[in-house]
T-cell receptor, first 110, second 115 residues
Framework: GDSVTQMEGPVTLSEEAFLTINCTYTATGYPSLFWYVQYPGEGLQLLLK?????DKGSNKGFEATYRKETTSFHLEKGSVQVSDSAVYFC?????????FGKGTRLSVIA | EPEVTQTPSHQVTQMGQEVILRCVPI?????FYWYRQILGQKVEFLVS????????KSEIFDDQFSVERPDGSNFTLKIRSTKLEDSAMYFCASSGDSIQQETQYFGPGTRLLVL
């Protein structure tokens, strides 16, 4: 069945560092891909999405490009802030309900 | 901006008791979902609901679970006889039109603790 694999966390970065969180997927057909973020004590918030190959989703300085050839949707940000500390979930939506990765915890220190 | 709301934010119950988790989806959305996240684990799909009936459910959603849309705004998840392993964060979500394409918007969750 469909699945999502994310890099293991936790990830700890200094403020203004570059962030990459890897995400690869397995799916039949052409799924839509999402990144959700969960700030401490809060629910899931949609961060960005891409619905077809080569689409780039972006929001709040974060970007991810839907790469069909590598079945990847890596999340990047050029300069992280302390306020970006959260758990990030990669997810896909194909012919199934939303399938989530295990989440990657990011801690940004000043 | 419209948002999904859930009540209560926290619920503590004794094993074997019934609990009802409540959600108010975004008002013009047509598709409704419940997910759960056991502490430290991934978010798992439970059930989807459209046109007043279940459209899909996972293996987790057994006979102890039920969903209902009792009026035009609320969407509820009932667990009839809670077990210790039902302790989790339960998220409600809703989406607009096409179940295949539309983005799901999540509520803040209800943290359920079964003792």
């Amino acid at each position: 069945g469909d699945s999502v694999t994310q890099m293991e966390g936790p990830v700890t970065l200094s403020e203004e560092a570059f962030l990459t969180i890897n995400c690869t997927y397995t799916a039949t057909g052409y799924p839509s891909l999402f990144w959700y973020v969960q700030y401490p004590g809060e629910g899931l918030q949609l961060l960005l999405k891409a619905t077809k190959a080569d689409d780039k989703g972006s929001n709040k300085g974060f970007e991810a490009t839907y790469r069909k050839e590598t079945t990847s949707f890596h999340l990047e940000k050029g300069s992280v802030q302390v306020s970006d500390s959260a758990v990030y979930f990669c997810a896909l939506k194909g012919n199934t309900p939303l399938v989530f990765g295990k989440g990657t915890r990011l801690s940004v220190i000043a | 901006e419209p948002e999904v709301t859930q009540t209560p934010s926290h619920q503590v119950t004794q094993m074997g008791q019934e609990v009802i988790l409540r959600c108010v989806p975004i008002s013009n959305h047509l598709y409704f979902y419940w997910y759960r996240q056991i502490l430290g684990q991934k978010v798992e799909f439970l059930v989807s609901f459209y046109n007043n009936e279940i459209s899909e459910k996972s293996e987790i959603f057994d006979d102890q679970f039920s969903v209902e849309r009792p009026d035009g705004s609320n969407f509820t998840l009932k667990i009839r006889s809670t077990k210790l392993e039902d302790s989790a964060m339960y998220f409600c979500a809703s989406s607009g039109d096409s179940i295949q394409q539309e983005t799901q918007y999540f509520g803040p969750g209800t943290r359920l603790l079964v003792l």
